[in-house]
């Protein structure tokens, strides 16, 4: 079935160090792909979104590009901050279903170390 | 403010009781979705509904059950007989999907901590 994987974390890093997350799906067809953010004890939010291949997704200094020959959809930041210390997730809609649902992969903790 | 609310935001529960978490939206969102959150695991669907009186299983549906009377509302129950119930549940909402392949943004609640005794 549908899968995602990510790396596992947690990552920890000092402020203003260039950060990427790895994410590869398994997938039939062309899945929608997403980045959740999940800052403590609260929710999860969208932080951006790619729906085919090649489409680059950003916000917030932000970014992953959708490689359908990879199967990937990496996330980078130039220059992380304290504030961006959360847990991320990596997570697809498969394209044959019409209900929305999401399939995630466990989640990476980020630390951002002043 | 439009936006999804859960409670409560703690909830500690006795082993063999049946309990109920709310998730109150007001975004006029057709769909609702159940997750569970374990540490290291991700969230998995428990249930979702894509229409008032209507809703199907997710991926681990056994030990708990739903109702969708209103739009705006879609409580959980965790029944005695989920094994394992302490997690941390979110809900979240989206507009209805109208076609396949077509996807629209789920905004998700602040989640309930339940903890069984």
């Known amino acids: 079935g549908d899968s995602v994987t990510q790396m596992e974390g947690p990552v920890t890093l000092s402020e203003e160090a260039f950060l990427t997350i790895n994410c590869t799906y398994t997938?039939?067809?062309?899945?929608?792909l997403f980045w959740y953010v999940q800052y403590p004890g609260e929710g999860l939010q969208l932080l951006l979104k790619a729906t085919k291949a090649d489409d680059k997704g950003s916000n917030k200094g932000f970014e992953a590009t959708y490689r359908k020959e990879t199967t990937s959809f990496h996330l980078e930041k130039g220059s992380v901050q304290v504030s961006d210390s959360a847990v991320y997730f990596c997570a697809l809609t498969p394209p044959r279903g019409s209900q929305g649902n999401l399939i995630f992969g466990k989640g990476t903790k980020l630390s951002v170390k002043p | 403010d439009g936006g999804i609310t859960q409670s409560p935001k703690y909830l500690f529960r006795k082993e063999g009781q049946n309990v109920t978490l709310s998730c109150e939206q007001n975004?006029?969102?057709?769909?609702m979705y159940w997750y569970r959150q374990d540490p290291g695991q991700g969230l998995r669907l428990i249930y979702y509904s894509q229409i008032v009186n209507d809703f199907q299983k997710g991926d681990i549906a056994e030990g708990y059950s739903v109702s969708r009377e209103k739009k705006e509302s879609f409580p959980l129950t965790v029944t005695s007989a989920q094994k394992n119930p302490t997690a941390f549940y979110l809900c979240a909402s989206s507009r209805q999907s109208l076609s396949r392949g077509t996807y629209n943004e789920q905004f998700f609640g602040p989640g309930t901590r339940l903890t069984v005794l």
């Open positions: 997938a039939t067809g062309y899945p929608s």
């Open positions: 975004l006029n969102h057709d769909a």
